[in-house]
């Protein structure tokens, strides 16, 4: 895989090769003339065990906020619950996006391994090179989990607790394509909004601020209840309430896809504890766009921006 970036700084205390290589990275195309490497975590960390206790809690306390009107929302709920979005249409496994113009930072820095791939503007349109497309029809959830409009997302959660989240929803994470199409359309948009990276349309390139190395963060609910933790967690917080910008949203009308949070997801075929994926890129420099995805990070680990949605078969 390509290696020209990666993430900015990484906290990885237990994981020292965390963001130093990006050999496992996955863009989904089979000849991308854009670099492919991104960190899409800064601060992902080796997860303690959070109890089944705490899992339910929180899930008890998502589910309890008053239901979502899919009324006041673009997209469709045909087939779906009403917090979720129908999306459906025909996804193009293998495609390549040419960059054109990067930013200033990335060219200036001589491939320093601390400095992002973010690309300013693509070549139009993309180019699809699978043999076929695939029809696809799920359901996801509007908004990132707790995927409750004023609340904000939920971070510092490992792919394995975010999984029990989802399902004890009666739902479950969303695979790496379902994300993609989601994110990209038939299009094959590099952005939800297009061809031209704008941090006005989505909560994206904020300065990255350094986190405290001198001691590890706990699991989310553990941390809120820790001064040290929550006093460091709101220090390097900025991710935007659900809801709050109404323009980050994908032709099917699934919002906040790039930015915010990274997002978990279930890579397809593979087997534990590699089955783990983020996307979407954070509120951070980074990425930040559709179709690559983070790999090296495994299902225990969890991270002051790593969130995650659910999905759920069509109807």
């Given at each position: ?43 992902v960390v080796v997860s303690a065990a959070t109890s089944a206790t705490s899992v339910a809690s929180s899930v ?256």
């Amino acid at each position: 895989m390509l290696s020209r970036s990666l993430a900015v700084i990484v906290t990885a205390i237990g994981l020292t090769s965390c963001g130093q290589s990006d050999s496992a990275e996955r863009t989904g195309r089979a000849s991308d003339t854009t670099t492919a490497g991104d960190s899409a975590s800064a601060s992902v960390v080796v997860s303690a065990a959070t109890s089944a206790t705490s899992v339910a809690s929180s899930v008890a306390t998502a589910s309890s906020a008053p239901a979502m009107d899919p009324s006041r929302y673009p997209g469709t709920s045909r087939g779906c619950s009403a917090d979720m979005v129908r999306v459906e249409g025909e996804y193009c496994p293998a495609l390549t996006q040419n960059c054109l113009e990067h930013h200033s930072e990335f060219d200036n820095a001589n491939g320093a391994k601390n400095v992002s791939e973010r690309c300013v503007l693509y070549e139009k349109p993309s180019r699809c090179v699978s043999k076929k497309r695939k029809p696809v029809a799920f359901c996801m959830d509007r908004f990132e989990y707790p995927n409750k409009v004023g609340e904000l997302p939920r971070v510092l959660t490992s792919w394995t607790h975010a999984k029990k989240f989802c399902e004890s929803a009666g739902k479950r994470l969303c695979t790496e394509d379902e994300f993609n199409f989601a994110c990209e359309g038939a299009e094959m948009l590099p952005y939800v909004y297009g061809y031209k990276r704008d941090k006005a349309v989505c909560n994206i390139d904020k300065d990255y601020r350094y986190p405290d190395h001198s001691r590890v963060m706990l699991e989310y609910d553990e941390c809120m209840l820790e001064p040290w933790c929550k006093a460091e967690m709101e220090r390097m917080d900025q991710r935007e309430p659900i809801g709050q910008r109404t323009t980050c949203v994908s032709w099917a009308g699934i919002f906040d896809l790039n930015g915010n949070v990274n997002e978990w997801v279930e890579i397809p075929k593979e087997k534990p504890p590699n089955r783990s994926g983020l996307k979407g890129g954070w509120w951070g420099p980074v990425r930040g766009r559709c179709r690559p995805t983070v790999t090296f990070h495994k299902e225990s680990d969890y991270g002051y921006e790593a969130g995650f949605r659910c999905c759920k078969n069509a109807e």
